[in-house]
């Protein structure tokens, strides 16, 4: 048997296709072909090409070096698992550090070979780098897989079973579905469309999988028109009775590797949507000349945003059975902590567990983050087992954790503390929830978004001159990505981004926080669920109704920083919890928590 | 002498000269060469041929009939005016009135022809009009002013002297001016720039004027590039004197009329920065076809919004003054109404008396709203001799007045008490209250914008089903326009509208508002200055200082209503009015303030 190859040689074997080739510089992102959030292993050519494995980086390799970038997160692990490598490691938006489009600009000489498999990059990424290089007259190279060739002990890729989502949780046939999705395309005047989101055509069909870390999704491109819908999607995967099924709504699955043919196929002339930011440079390289081409957003994103009747009693019933198991955990890590040996790991180990317990519990919906004292300070933090801390009985340990259940999705953080806590972690805890709270009381009349209403979660904070760099809330999908758009809690409006005004029926996070460098995190977090409130004469109004059931933690809360309204909500809050959680509790977690919820006076 | 005219045969005679160009729809819009907010009386043609005189409205003339577009403040007056003249009202806004282009486009015939005076009309109406007319082969005629050919008695256009702003109160030498305008415009890829924004020019040379009502500029155009400046302004306005000092700081005077035969001399290839949503049609037509235009937000806006240093300081030594004359008529109105006969039009006139007697007044800023009970829920309600009310010892009085100093521009709005007033009055004027102090005491990193915060000054609404139909907050020009970008505080994020973030040095008005058709309007509005505060590990953090000094009536406020914060915001406030007026007021008024200011307590 071969020995494994080091790093260095895997980086030589693929030097010697670039030479071949002729490619000076050639991109490996960490993306697989449909702009996943997670990718699966078959997809990280990244890691194997570099050692790193964080979640995040890009790897360039030049014909005598090589470069990664990667961000905060990672500075102190890229650094360990780049020794000895070669490999420059580059510290994004760090202050003299260079974009990789701005630092190939600078390092190509006139009319070099930029490569890459043009399947893991988007045409907008593609765009950028064509911008920045085009006084230099650089060709670009993205047909071929070259990390591919030089990776033998690749795994194959994922094609875990299909399965049905039936319509009493979807609450639309996907014949509906359908025809919603192709209403939309006739506003847009598009006659056809092409989606590899994968999230997406999920949701459209009616279907999940398992073939994306976290993500119930499976492998599949959909190129849909007003007469037709092909599902390119591994054969292995769907069943004769959901591929009969999709038949029946018109939609012809075809072979996962077919859509470049499909597209090939459309006919001149024809208008077809298809999103450049999320489209891989490859298909929209495969789009016949003569068509037209449409580079909008999925009609599909805001129709998946705005839940179901049926998806919201689910999604609500998920949460009961969520917030149960995550009040059950800070029942027993409150009363555990000091008296036997829990580390972060065997605690995100222990919700987990409680999680399994509850009927129709299907796993993560994201990596955990279960993060000690100062690990609480890392936005991001994954515990490894080099870095697993050992809870003692004091400070504070951020949990940030959520669950795919067959009704719903959920995400949810608490901070605990598990002791004694400072006089500074109770105050930035309490400045936190004084934001969480404004936010989650917040009324507004239709058309309002998200970037109008951040500024309720951080004044608190902004008063003091504190912050923390992240946004507020994201769109939570339901039993598919965690993350979704297009609404979102944030304050800062680009040009690119989109204002979407929230609407009755969306999800979204409220999660505002606070991180000391080396001492500690807080961050609380609710889902919220958007509804309609009164119709005055100054239009119609809009609510956030908390989705997520568990007790903030009263033992780190500085009562005299909470207004008499805050106070109100939070009790308001704490008492709806005690009441829904309450049955489904032991008698010793039931008195903790009525306890847990008892009314904060002033 | 002949006997004047009536509508119908102003009408009658415009339908002839349209008659003889073959035009079938003649468009006569409220608006001068330059855009400007207010129109003198050379440009009051819209009025001249349909009678009807508000300050906004479009005036259609078809072959068979005529048509007035106005908005809501003048939708009563309108329909008397109008009375007998055969042209039909035109209620814009209302669900089923098309605008004027939808209307144009229904109404037209194939390959017919629009005309307008193409210097009364920017770039990006006439846009819209092609785009909703495109379908017809319309064509426009632009080059003729037919309503000046049937009016007369027209008044000749104003020629009032130009004088210079010195450097003491700009702060910024005219030449200083230039190069930072210049230095923009290479940034901007730019060689040339035409700005026709009577305010930019007036900001830019260090002059001032009096053509327009209510804003100190003079009507001038101007195409500046890097070696060169021309100034097209009436000769008869400027002096020998300021002609020499343009001279040498490059700037050559040319006649007003000469702007268009300047265009016509610019090179091919001249890259011609010429916003098209604030430069006239006829201008954009003048440009010879080799010029490449580049539509942008002219440089000027945001260097103007920035107040210098010698500004501010003017600005806030205009505010005492200001502060002064609104305490004196506070206390003049609550203790002489309903013992002598005060009218809103009297009472504005006292105001603008005590203004007068102030050093260094120059006049008022905008026409003054004085609106008593019902009136002030009529947003931007004008008494006129016909519905001048009297007023009484009891309900509300609405005051949003402003004006010139020679150091700066004040817009104050403050909502008296002239005796006993409602439960409900006394609600709605705390509620406004609470979220005046809201948005007046937020702090908030740099990168902020008005979008972002607008939401601090209408929760406290929001929350009971309540709103203003305006936006919260506009810029204010250092003695030129009242009503100035880029930046403002509303909350619908648009794609056209930019979003500005706030910078040291920009002033924006801070005006919530609630209004009870024909019950009570109430309005509290400061200026508020952008200032620095801290630097933290987050960022730099900025505030907002009122200018404006002078006290929140404490007869209407409901202070259960206010929470500590709010109490305590408001408390420092009053301290702060009375600390900078006292020193100016006579011991009676001083007694009077003293009172006026003092602390609310629990």
């Known amino acids: 048997m071969e020995k494994e190859k080091t790093v260095t040689q895997r980086l030589e074997a693929l030097r010697g296709e670039m030479r071949r080739r002729n490619i000076a510089a050639y991109i490996v992102p960490t993306e697989d072909f449909h702009s996943s959030e997670y990718v699966g292993e078959y997809f990280k ?5 570099s050692g790193f494995t964080g979640s995040a980086g890009t790897l360039l390799v030049e014909g005598d070096g090589a470069a990664l970038w990667t961000d905060g997160r990672y500075f102190l692990q890229a650094r360990e698992q780049l020794k000895g490598s070669g490999i420059t490691l580059m510290k994004s938006g760090q202050p003299d550090v260079p ?25 907008a990424f593609v765009k950028r780098l064509q911008d920045k290089t085009r006084h230099k007259q650089i060709t670009f190279y993205g ?3 070259l990390a591919g060739l030089v990776w033998p002990e690749r795994p194959s890729l994922p094609a875990r079973p299909v399965w049905e989502l039936s319509v009493e949780y979807a609450g639309l046939t996907r014949e509906e579905k359908l025809a919603k999705v192709r209403e939309q395309l006739e506003k847009k005047g598009a006659d056809a469309f092409l989606t590899t989101a994968l999230d997406e055509i999920a949701w459209l069909l009616n279907l999940r999988g398992d073939d994306v870390k976290n993500t119930p999704v499976f492998l599949s491109y959909l190129l849909l028109s007003q007469n037709s819908a092909a599902l390119c999607a591994q ?34 002339k024809t208008r077809l949507l298809a999103d450049h930011r999320r489209v891989s440079y490859r298909l929209l390289q495969a789009i016949p000349e003569g068509v037209e081409r449409l580079s909008e957003e999925s009609p599909i994103e805001r129709l998946k945003a705005v839940k179901t009747p049926q998806e919201r009693a689910g999604i609500q019933s998920a949460h009961v059975k969520d917030g149960v ?17 829990i580390t972060e790991m065997s605690a995100a180990q222990k919700l987990e567990e409680f999680r399994a317990e509850m009927e129709g519990y299907l796993g993560p919906s994201f990596d955990p983050i279960v993060a000690y004292g100062p690990h609480g300070a890392v936005v991001h933090y994954e515990a ?11 400070g504070l340990c951020l949990a940030d954790t959520g669950g795919h259940y067959k009704e719903g999705t959920t995400d949810v953080t608490r901070t605990i503390a598990l002791g004694r806590v400072t006089e ?33 979660a951080r004044e608190p904070l902004w008063q003091e001159g504190l912050d923390y760099n992240h946004g507020t809330g994201h769109g939570v999908g339901c039993l598919l990505s965690v993350h979704e758009g297009p609404q979102s809690f944030r304050w800062r409006i680009t040009k690119d981004a989109s204002c979407v005004p929230l609407e009755e029926g969306m999800i979204l996070s409220n999660e505002p926080g606070f991180y000391l460098d080396g001492q500690f995190g807080v961050r609380h977090e609710n889902l919220e669920l958007v509804r309609k409130g009164e119709q005055t004469a100054w239009g119609q109004f809009l609510y956030l109704e908390p989705l997520t059931m568990a007790p903030f933690d009263r033992d780190a809360i500085e009562t005299a920083l909470l207004t008499e309204e805050e106070r109100k909500w939070l009790n308001d809050y704490h008492r709806e919890v005690y009441r829904t959680l309450a049955p489904h509790l032991a008698q010793e977690e039931q008195n903790w928590l ?3 919820t008892a009314a904060e006076k002033v």
Chains 1, 2 share one sequence.
Not at 251 to 261: C, K
Not at 326 to 337: G, Y
Not at 384 to 394: F, G, H, L, N, S
């Open 99 to 123: 974009t990789l489009p701005d630092y190939l600009a600078e390092k190509l000489g006139e009319g070099e070979v930029i490569g890459f498999d043009g399947r893991c990059v988007t045409g």
């Open 235 to 268: 054969g292995s995967a769907v069943s004769e009775d959901i591929r009969l099924k999709l038949e029946q709504a018109g939609v012809i699955l075809y072979p996962y590797e077919d859509i470049e043919e499909r597209l090939a196929l459309l006919p001149a």
């Open 594 to 596: 009525r306890e847990a």
């Open 424 to 456: 500074e972690e109770k105050r930035a805890y309490t400045l936190v929830l004084k934001g969480h709270l404004r936010l989650g009381a917040a009324r507004f009349p239709e058309g309002v978004c998200g970037q109008n209403l951040d500024v309720l």
């Open 143 to 145: 047909g071929e897989d």
């Open 384 to 394: 490894t087992p080099e870095t697993d801390a050992v809870m003692r009985a004091e």
């Open 45 to 49: 050519a990244r890691e194997y090409l």
């Open 325 to 341: 198991a995550v009040t059950r955990f800070m029942h027993w890590l409150k009363t555990h902590v000091g008296k036997e040996t």
